[in-house]
């Protein structure tokens, strides 16, 4: 357990200084990035370790098992926010916005119409991002480039000010950087503030090319786990 925390302590260090060499190599403010820890498959632990360490933003992919690992965590810790970033159900669009601060995989019409009935049945509006697939890649979620400023127009026409930005998984084994620039430009033309991209391999190239949030995982966490 020792050895878990400050490993993770200082990972979580080491990143802090890679974030704020890569901005200012940009020519930007360190304290425009945002750092999501995806903690995804990982044990309540290592998410102990993180928050010890001072993180309060985590990042998960399935709803059920973001319920479960946050519940006591954020009863204990008023201040954890909790990202949604992996494709959500239409059925599980109301234990989302119970638990979300944000839901950055918003990605297709009938995820719009699910989370608008659970947003009017739960009474709480988590802030949302639209999910590009960016390399447009058919096993990837996401609303194509070209249909990008129609679907996050839809989504601002039901949710006003909740829809925050936009986020993208460019394809692996390809540069990412005209993606992220993509990504960046989207969110300017569209005048949205967030701009969820770079993950453990490439959040300091996004990072040059204008993210605001990066989502980092095993660089934090350590290797997940298999599935079982
Ligand atoms: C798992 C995941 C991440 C983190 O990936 P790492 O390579 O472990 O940093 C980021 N974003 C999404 C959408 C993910 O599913």
Redo the contacts with the bound molecule.
């Keep these: 357990m020792e050895t878990i925390a400050s490993d993770i302590a200082g990972r979580l260090r080491r990143i802090g200084t890679r974030i704020a060499t890569a901005a200012r190599a940009a020519g930007r403010d360190p304290a425009g990035i945002t750092l999501?820890a995806?903690s995804?498959t990982h044990g309540a632990d290592r998410v102990s370790a993180a928050l010890a360490a001072g993180q309060r933003i985590f990042?998960e992919?399935r709803v059920q098992e973001a319920a479960a690992k946050f519940a006591a965590i954020m009863a204990a810790e008023p201040g954890v926010r909790l990202h949604l970033?992996?494709p959500i159900q239409s059925n599980k669009a109301r234990e989302a916005v119970r638990v979300a601060s944000v839901i950055?995989?918003l990605d297709r019409p009938k995820l719009l119409r699910a989370l608008a009935d659970a947003v009017q049945r739960e009474g709480r509006s988590p802030g949302l991002l639209v999910q590009v697939n960016v390399g447009a890649e058919p096993q990837k979620a996401g609303v194509g480039r070209d249909e990008a400023d129609a679907f996050i127009a839809a989504c601002r026409a039901e949710f006003g000010r909740s829809v925050l930005g936009v986020?993208a998984?460019p394809p692996a084994d390809h540069d990412p950087t005209p993606h992220f620039a993509w990504l960046a430009a989207c969110a300017r033309r569209n005048g949205l503030a967030v701009v969820s991209m770079g993950?453990?391999?490439d959040?300091e190239i996004a990072i040059a090319e204008g993210a605001s949030h990066i989502?980092?995982?095993?660089?934090?966490?350590g290797d997940?786990p298999p599935p079982r």
């Design positions: 999501v995806v995804k990042g992919n970033i992996g950055e995989s986020m998984i993950m453990s391999a959040f989502r980092v995982g095993h660089a934090i966490f997940r």
